[in-house]
Structure formats: structure tokens, C-alpha cells
DNA sequence: TCATAGCAGGTACGTTGTGT
DNA sequence: ACACAACGTACCTGCTATGA
């Protein structure tokens, strides 16, 4: 029995006590049927290591499973479906997916992709946590000479499948973000800095898209018209965290969003092309109109 | 009465030291 | 360089005391 066993067996119990109120019996069911599909050692456990899995799982995730005597089940008592608990049984399952058998690799295709500088994550995060300021050569896309940072770092930020650190750049006095499959050389200084009380970074980036900041425009109503079939994709990724169905009908999908439509965002109704339609504002509209005449161009001959 | 918690002891496995 | 024993650690189970 590996810790990935236990971190599995964890995660089992929560998503069936998730589902439903269970006895252990039921539990031990699940962990049973649960062992024969994954072809991993035997996940079920006596009771007594059942119990400690209760106090791992309330330390670790902080999701407390009770007891009711009287139906007999155990019970999640105050679930919270936390971003990063749920992001690391992903990974989790990633993990267990692919180290399952490697025989399946025949059926597994990786989308192809470069080093995203994840191995720099817990160095940086170290970092943040305890106020350190770190230095790295970073070399941005569009220059070829690598340039030394000093940054003080605040936030590990993931989009688009790539992670970035927003940090305050010491040289150039400003907040900024860099990211992480750009960056080498890191080095954890043992200068330390002090937070900025007037940054609440939950609710700096809130009317945020992607990674620029709010200092790149005002924030405002946008209105998509998306079709009907990329609106029940839309419904399920939501674009940003204000993104509310205003109407629906068979033909189309009427999305509201509230937000600096920064360069990233852009890009991204851009990407939706002729599936989309900028309702609202005016001058985004127009942007989208603009930018698809241009590329036009590019094919008239 | 029965869930819970503490303790002792067993097993598996990784690491380290030693001999060939 | 390699094999193997000794040791340490993590994690498990079963037994049992505790207390709601």
C-alpha cells in the first residue's frame, strides 16, 4: 500500500460520500469495485484505518465527514468542492490513468507541447509563502536576449494550461507577470519582503481575463451571441467567473460577461470566430470586425 | 451500546552499510 | 559494480479502553 494508494483511497471516499450518505459497508464496496476497475493492490481497508482516513482527509482538505448513528452513514458536513483539492485529484487521475498499465500508452495521445516550467512551482511558491524574493533569467517571446529579474512574488496564476507568477519587478518598479515556461535559473533570495497592504489579489485580477492586469482598461458589460451548440460549450467552461445565460433558445445564446476585455480576451472571441457574435460594447464589436477584415486580406489574391 | 481513539505489533519497502 | 543484510520508516490491522 504506496501513499498514491492512500491519496486514491481519499479521494474514493470523498467523491462517494459526495454522491451519497454512506455506510461503511457501502464504502468498502465502492473501494472493492473501485480496485478491480483501476487493477491497483487492494484499496479496502479495515475500520480502523477507515477512521484515520476521515482525520487525513479533514487535515488535508479540510472536509470534515461526520457520523450519523441513527441512519448509520457517514457524511460530508461541510463540502466546499475546493478549486484545489478538485485540481489535484485531476492530476491525481492523470496520474493513475497513465501509470496504470504502460501498455496503454498505444492508446494515449499527449497534445504536443513544450516544458511549461512547472518544475519551478513549489521553488517559487516556497517563495511566496515565506516573503523571499527570487531571481531569474527570463527571456521574453518577442526578444532574443535573456534578461536577469529581482522580483518580490505574490501569486501563482494558471491559465490556459500555462502558469505565470505575478510579482513585483523590482527593477522596473511595476507589477507584472512572467511566465513560467519562459523562466530559468531561479534563485530564492534571502531577502525578504514585506506584502502590500493595498493589494487584495482575489480582487485584482477579478474583472481580470487571462493574465494582464487591471491596469490595461476599464471594466465593462459584454454581450456575446454565441450559436446554440457553442453556447452548451460555453455553458459547461464558463468564459470568466461573471459569465451569466441571459437568454436561450434553440438557435442561439446570449452571454453576458463583466470584465476588462484585455488583449487575452480578444484573442479569445477571436478564437470562437464565426460562432461568436460582440453585441455589446460598440467598440469591441468593431475591434473583431476590424481584425476579421484584415485577416481577409491575407487570402484575397 | 457503539463510534472513536490509543497502542502494540506485523508487513512492505526504501536506504545505508558491508563484503565480494 | 553488485548482492545482500541491517535498519528505519510508513502504513496497515487487531485489540481494547474510553466516553457520548
Not at 24 to 43: A, H, M, P, R, Y
Not at 59 to 80: H, L, Q, T
Not at 106 to 133: M, V
Given at each position: 500500500?504506496?501513499?498514491?494508494?492512500?491519496?486514491?483511497?481519499h479521494?474514493?471516499?470523498?467523491?462517494?460520500?459526495?454522491?451519497q450518505?454512506?455506510?461503511f459497508?457501502?464504502?468498502?464496496?465502492?473501494?472493492?469495485?473501485?480496485?478491480?476497475?483501476?487493477?491497483?493492490?487492494?484499496?479496502?481497508?479495515?475500520?480502523?484505518?477507515?477512521?484515520?482516513?476521515?482525520?487525513?482527509?479533514?487535515?488535508?482538505?479540510?472536509?470534515?465527514?461526520?457520523?450519523?448513528?441513527?441512519?448509520?452513514?457517514?457524511?460530508?458536513?461541510?463540502?466546499?468542492?475546493?478549486?484545489?483539492?478538485?485540481?489535484?485529484f485531476?492530476?491525481?487521475?492523470?496520474?493513475?490513468?497513465?501509470?496504470?498499465?504502460?501498455?496503454?500508452?498505444?492508446?494515449?495521445?499527449f497534445?504536443t507541447?513544450?516544458?511549461?516550467?512547472?518544475?519551478?512551482?513549489?521553488?517559487?511558491?516556497?517563495?511566496?509563502q515565506?516573503?523571499?524574493?527570487?531571481?531569474?533569467?527570463?527571456?521574453?517571446?518577442?526578444?532574443?536576449?535573456?534578461?536577469?529579474?529581482?522580483?518580490?512574488?505574490?501569486?501563482?496564476?494558471?491559465?490556459r494550461?500555462?502558469?505565470?507568477?505575478?510579482?513585483?519587478?523590482l527593477?522596473?518598479?511595476?507589477?507584472?507577470?512572467?511566465?513560467?515556461?519562459?523562466?530559468?535559473?531561479?534563485?530564492?533570495?534571502?531577502?525578504?519582503f514585506?506584502?502590500?497592504?493595498?493589494?487584495?489579489?482575489?480582487?485584482?485580477?477579478?474583472?481580470?481575463?487571462?493574465?494582464?492586469?487591471p491596469?490595461?482598461?476599464?471594466?465593462?458589460?459584454?454581450?456575446?451571441?454565441?450559436?446554440?451548440?457553442?453556447?452548451?460549450?460555453?455553458?459547461?467552461m464558463?468564459?470568466h467567473e461573471?459569465?451569466?445565460?441571459?437568454?436561450?433558445?434553440?438557435?442561439?445564446?446570449?452571454?453576458?460577461?463583466?470584465?476588462?476585455?484585455?488583449?487575452?480576451?480578444?484573442?479569445?472571441?477571436?478564437?470562437?470566430?464565426?460562432?461568436v457574435?460582440?453585441l455589446?460594447?460598440?467598440?469591441?464589436?468593431?475591434e473583431?470586425?476590424?481584425?476579421?477584415?484584415?485577416?481577409?486580406?491575407?487570402?484575397?489574391?
Amino acid at each position: 500500500m504506496s501513499k498514491q494508494d492512500s491519496l486514491l483511497r481519499h479521494k474514493i471516499i470523498i467523491q462517494k460520500l459526495r454522491s451519497q450518505a454512506s455506510s461503511f459497508g457501502e464504502i468498502q464496496n465502492k473501494l472493492q469495485s473501485e480496485t478491480d476497475l483501476l487493477d491497483v493492490d487492494n484499496l479496502v481497508t479495515s475500520l480502523r484505518t477507515f477512521q484515520r482516513d476521515l482525520l487525513d482527509i479533514a487535515s488535508f482538505y479540510g472536509i470534515e465527514i461526520k457520523y450519523n448513528r441513527s441512519k448509520k452513514v457517514y457524511f460530508i458536513e461541510n463540502d466546499s468542492e475546493d478549486e484545489y483539492n478538485e485540481r489535484m485529484f485531476e492530476a491525481l487521475d492523470v496520474f493513475q490513468a497513465l501509470n496504470v498499465n504502460q501498455s496503454f500508452s498505444a492508446y494515449i495521445q499527449f497534445d504536443t507541447r513544450k516544458p511549461k516550467g512547472t518544475e519551478h512551482l513549489s521553488g517559487i511558491l516556497y517563495a511566496i509563502q515565506n516573503k523571499f524574493q527570487i531571481q531569474f533569467r527570463y527571456q521574453k517571446f518577442w526578444e532574443t536576449e535573456e534578461e536577469i529579474r529581482s522580483v518580490e512574488p505574490y501569486l501563482l496564476k494558471e491559465f490556459r494550461k500555462r502558469w505565470y507568477v505575478f510579482a513585483y519587478d523590482l527593477k522596473h518598479k511595476e507589477f507584472r507577470t512572467f511566465g513560467l515556461d519562459r523562466l530559468s535559473a531561479l534563485n530564492i533570495s534571502s531577502n525578504k519582503f514585506q506584502f502590500p497592504q493595498k493589494i487584495n489579489l482575489k480582487e485584482y485580477f477579478k474583472d481580470c481575463f487571462g493574465i494582464v492586469g487591471p491596469n490595461e482598461g476599464e471594466v465593462q458589460d459584454i454581450l456575446l451571441k454565441f450559436t446554440s451548440h457553442q453556447g452548451n460549450y460555453i455553458k459547461t467552461m464558463p468564459l470568466h467567473e461573471s459569465q451569466q445565460i441571459v437568454k436561450e433558445t434553440p438557435e442561439e445564446t446570449l452571454v453576458k460577461l463583466r470584465l476588462i476585455p484585455t488583449y487575452d480576451f480578444l484573442m479569445e472571441i477571436l478564437y470562437y470566430g464565426e460562432f461568436v457574435q460582440v453585441l455589446e460594447p460598440k467598440h469591441l464589436a468593431d475591434e473583431i470586425k476590424h481584425k476579421f477584415q484584415r485577416a481577409v486580406i491575407l487570402y484575397q489574391s
